[in-house]
């Protein structure tokens, strides 16, 4: 059935349920919340409840399906993307390259535009899903504009964002906001162990991720932990050894970005358990509740300047990667200031 899969979205699965229900469905919607909360899944979900010939009619005269079966040629068309009624699109590397800068670019938002203004080929319905749809490019979102307000006929286009302001407010208004959260940290657990993740570490999995599982699930776990333990070794072996740990990782680990970004992570939520345990807080609001014990040790022998100056040097260095500081000099700084704090 429809949104059985979304988990710890009851108001937007509500929102969404009725539209269906009462055959009031909107011809834009834009889903707003952080990453890994169950936005995509349930824009495709909304998208397999309206295309889906298999699912539970409403009653007589509806025009939509109240819920999706999930198992009709439809419903798996969807799933895999290949329904022609059904487009979904994402953030890309520049045209004919590997890598580069993720947009979406103005090609993509026309080749929408296009297919929006053809009849539906198999169902009532056409749907459009725009994930990420912060990452358009400057002009993407003024082209897009004339289809938001001139929308074809049984068209539903969702975009699926962060933030509002990610998008100007000529394209916002057009669009029925529908909001999504962090998972409460059961529901984050129960999913990530429904997954076949043990409870200990799905626990410090779904705060870690801070109610967005989906983050959590894109990683392997036992990766994760490793990780994790790895950057806080370095932590300890910076703290003993000085300088001589501070250019040696830095050497070691200052090539790549996305690990930098990793690291900071990691070292900013340590902190963040240090100063929750300094101010006595209970163990069970430890992000790293699985070396509680460690973090009470470190945390009575630190001062409070020294914790917060940790918690500081983490957001100047998140800062000067997102200026494009190298990543070997932003680790080499953050790991020199973090030394001089602990002394």
Not at 45 to 60: P, S, Y
Not at 144 to 171: C, D, G, M, N
Not at 176 to 187: A, G, I, K, N
Request: hydrophobic share 45%; charged share 25%; proline share 6%.
């Amino acid at each position: 059935m429809a949104f059985d899969a979304v988990r710890g979205q009851p108001a937007a699965v509500d929102v969404l349920t009725r539209a269906l229900a009462s055959g009031r469905v909107a011809h834009a919607y834009a889903f707003v919340g952080p990453p890994g909360v169950g936005r995509k899944l349930t824009a495709i979900e909304f998208a397999k409840a309206l295309l889906c010939r298999g699912g539970e009619d409403k009653g007589e005269g509806a025009r939509v399906r109240v819920n999706a079966c999930g198992q009709c040629p439809t419903c798996r068309k969807v799933e895999s993307g290949i329904h022609p009624d059904f487009m979904l699109i994402a953030p890309t590397p520049p045209e004919g390259k590997t890598s580069g800068t993720l947009l979406i670019r103005i090609e993509a938002i026309r080749h929408l535009e296009q297919r929006a203004a053809l009849c539906p080929a198999e169902g009532a319905w056409k749907v459009f899903i725009v994930d990420d749809a912060g990452r358009m490019t400057a002009e993407a979102p003024q082209a897009f504009l004339k289809t938001l307000e001139e929308p074809p006929a049984r068209t539903v286009i969702i975009l699926i964002l962060t933030q509002t302001r990610e998008l100007p407010a000529t394209v916002i208004s057009r669009c029925q906001v529908v909001r999504f959260m962090p998972l409460h940290e059961e529901e984050a657990v129960s999913l990530l162990r429904s997954r076949g993740i043990d409870e200990p570490t799905a626990r410090v999995l779904a705060r870690a991720s801070q109610g967005r599982p989906g983050l959590a699930l894109a990683q392997d776990p036992a990766a994760w932990l490793e990780r994790r333990d790895l950057a806080l070794s370095i932590l300890a072996e910076v703290g003993a050894d000085g300088a001589t740990a501070v250019f040696k990782w830095g050497e070691t680990l200052g090539r790549d970005r996305a690990q930098m970004e990793q690291l900071i992570e990691t070292w900013w939520l340590w902190y963040r358990d240090l100063l929750c345990a300094k101010a006595g807080g209970d163990p069970r609001l430890f992000i790293y509740g699985d070396r509680a014990a460690e973090l009470t040790r470190d945390a009575a022998a630190r001062s409070w300047d020294s914790i917060v100056g940790g918690l500081a040097a983490c957001r100047e260095a998140w800062q000067a990667l997102q200026r494009n500081v190298t990543p070997r000099l932003t680790l080499e700084v953050m790991l020199s200031r973090l030394v001089l704090r602990a002394a």
